[in-house]
């Protein structure tokens, strides 16, 4: 049965939830704010399904990346837009030991579909004296252009607010919501890292976490290659690169800041030592983080039909398309997402 459906945000989840939904049959209405700070109009879109720090492989990462390259694509093709871009990631080695760990676990069935064996031949104007290794499936996502493009698409069709979403303002009356005098099914807080703001779901450990990242270009420097090296750079498009990222915890301050400006460009000369950098914009947004960097999904202990779905951080580009069947299988069938998603998980 065709459901009425508020979703309060359009960041790349309540976006994405919402061409999920209409695909289903269902109506749905969209109301976000525009903010600026939020980490989808920011962020660089760059997914890794590799962990560096450790080098193993992220939660659930093939299965992750096999479900976003077919939401994507499809939604893509709705569009009538590319916004989804795969490419290799090389991994510059900081040291001897990442290089022989890399090495050795290449080998292994578990990593051999992400990791490549192979060391390639060295990289022009890039220092990288113990080498590197390729994730083979890696990537980025315009998140801009698929925010703004989708955003036009749902204003054409009636179905975005361009406003704040005021709490007080929404009535519930026997499992039914009352928003600015529509009636809902359903209602949907998808707002990223301003969750605590809001009433139903501020005490789920969702917190901010700031993200800078800065767009340059070069007078020689043509590399068209994703490096990490600590940092990424990011080729995107018109000879322009993406910087960063960082993560800073309980900063206040919304704004970019020169300290850590210049901290990125101070680490960008370790492996691009002759090129000079030309900054054309700086950025900075929220990512909304959990504890165990896990999304927090599901339905309101107390208030049936009221739902989370937030918590993606910083890889949301792969996370989203992951969670999105089970999300809209609860709220079809009322069937309960998975633990190590449930939003009430660090209560139990």
């Given at each position: 049965?065709?459901?009425?459906?508020?979703?309060?945000?359009?960041?790349?989840?309540g976006t994405s939830l919402a061409f999920s939904l209409l695909e289903r049959g269902h109506r749905v209405?969209?109301?976000?704010?525009?903010?600026?700070?939020?980490?989808?109009?920011?962020?660089?879109?760059?997914?890794?399904?590799?962990?560096?720090?450790?080098?193993?492989?992220g939660w659930k990462a093939a299965e992750q990346l096999q479900l976003a390259e077919a939401f994507y694509i499809k939604i893509e093709e709705k569009l009538g837009i590319k916004f989804y871009h795969p490419m290799q990631l090389y991994r510059i080695f900081p040291d001897q030991h990442s290089a022989n760990e890399w090495d050795e676990k290449s080998a292994q069935k578990e990593f051999s579909s992400i990791l490549s064996p192979e060391i390639g031949p060295?990289?022009?104007?890039?220092?990288?004296?113990?080498?590197?290794?390729?994730?083979?499936?890696?990537?980025?996502?315009?998140?801009?252009?698929?925010?703004?493009?989708?955003?036009?698409?749902?204003?054409?069709?009636?179905?975005?607010?361009?406003?704040?979403?005021?709490a007080s303002q929404l009535d519930i009356q026997d499992e039914k919501f009352f928003y600015e005098k529509k009636k809902y099914d359903r209602v949907v807080l998808s707002i990223g890292y301003k969750n605590q703001t809001i009433p139903y779901f501020e005490n789920i450990p969702i917190y901010p976490n700031k993200g800078q990242v800065l767009t340059l270009s070069f007078d020689n420097y043509k590399e068209d290659k994703l490096l990490n090296y600590g940092n990424f750079l990011l080729?995107?498009?018109?000879?322009?690169?993406?910087?960063?990222?960082?993560?800073?915890?309980?900063?206040?301050?919304?704004?970019?800041?020169i300290a850590t400006r210049e901290k990125l460009l101070e680490k960008l000369t370790t492996v691009l030592p002759t090129q000079t950098p030309h900054v054309l914009e700086h950025k900075a947004g929220y990512r909304p983080t959990v504890p165990d960097r896990k999304p927090t999904i599901g339905e309101h202990h107390s208030i049936p039909k009221l739902y989370l779905f937030n918590g993606f951080g910083s890889k949301a580009v792969m996370y989203v398309p992951y969670c999105l069947p089970y999300f809209i299988d609860l709220i079809e069938n009322g069937t309960p997402v998975p633990e190590e998603l449930d939003l009430y998980r660090f209560k139990k």
């Open positions: 049965m065709k459901k009425e459906i508020l979703i309060i945000g359009q960041g790349i989840a209405q969209l109301i976000d704010d525009g903010h600026l700070s939020s980490s989808s109009k920011v962020a660089a879109g760059m997914w890794n399904p590799a962990s560096f720090k450790k080098l193993s492989l060295p990289l022009k104007d890039v220092k990288a004296p113990f080498g590197y290794g390729i994730v083979k499936h890696a990537g980025w996502c315009n998140l801009p252009a698929y925010l703004q493009v989708a955003a036009d698409y749902f204003r054409e069709n009636n179905m975005l607010v361009e406003e704040k979403f005021e080729p995107v498009d018109e000879g322009k690169y993406r910087l960063g990222a960082t993560y800073e915890f309980n900063d206040p301050n919304p704004d970019p800041t």
